[in-house]
């Protein structure tokens, strides 16, 4: 495996940057077209720290080869306990597990917190990301069509859950 997976520190975020703004500027994964500065992503971080949310990182010789994270779904009461997730693997180290080890950390974290669902909101036509989650036990849930635009195409929106027990 030769990978690590464990919680993000602050010296990790350069790379989520970078891992992020890959995705931001090439895929249709994530719906945001302006890179994220350092400094947003570090004030992300740190909230997310500061709610009791998890950052995990994978990490192979000192080197973050993607990560992976959850926070709220709807910041309603009634969402308390369900939690929408992310994760991004470098593209230069896809297809060896990574993004498997990390969401089954996340699921395993979620469970650990007394979370109830977990959502993954995915762009319907992201075959790797439907795959993955199918492998780690979630179920498709709906697809909104055409909610999203980047690149010139509407995209749909697939959100995958699993109910933790
Ligand atoms: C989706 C993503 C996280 C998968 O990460 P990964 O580390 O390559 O995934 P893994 O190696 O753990 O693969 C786990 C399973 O996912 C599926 N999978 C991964 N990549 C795939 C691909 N390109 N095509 C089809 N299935 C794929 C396979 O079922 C695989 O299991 P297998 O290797 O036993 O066949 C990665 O492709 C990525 O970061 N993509 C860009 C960002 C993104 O789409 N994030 C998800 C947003 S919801």
Known sequence: ?????????????????????????????????????????????????????????????????????????????????????SVYVDAGARKRGIGRALLEALTEEASRQAMHVMVGAITANNIASVALHEQCGFVKGGVLPQVGLKFGNW??????????T
Request: glycine share 8%; net charge negative; no cysteine.
């Open 1 to 85: 495996m030769g990978f690590v997976i464990k919680p993000a520190e602050e010296w990790d975020v350069p790379a989520i940057v970078d891992i992020t703004n890959a995705a931001v500027r090439s895929t249709t994964a994530l719906w945001v077209s302006t890179p994220y500065s350092y400094e947003e992503r570090l004030r992300w971080f740190r909230q997310r720290k500061d709610e009791g949310w998890p950052v995990l990182v994978a990490h192979e010789s000192g080197q973050v080869l993607g990560f992976g994270s959850y926070g709220p779904f709807r910041a309603y009461e009634g969402y308390a306990r369900t939690v929408e997730h």
């Open 155 to 164: 995209l749909d929106l697939l959100f995958m859950y699993r109910v933790l």
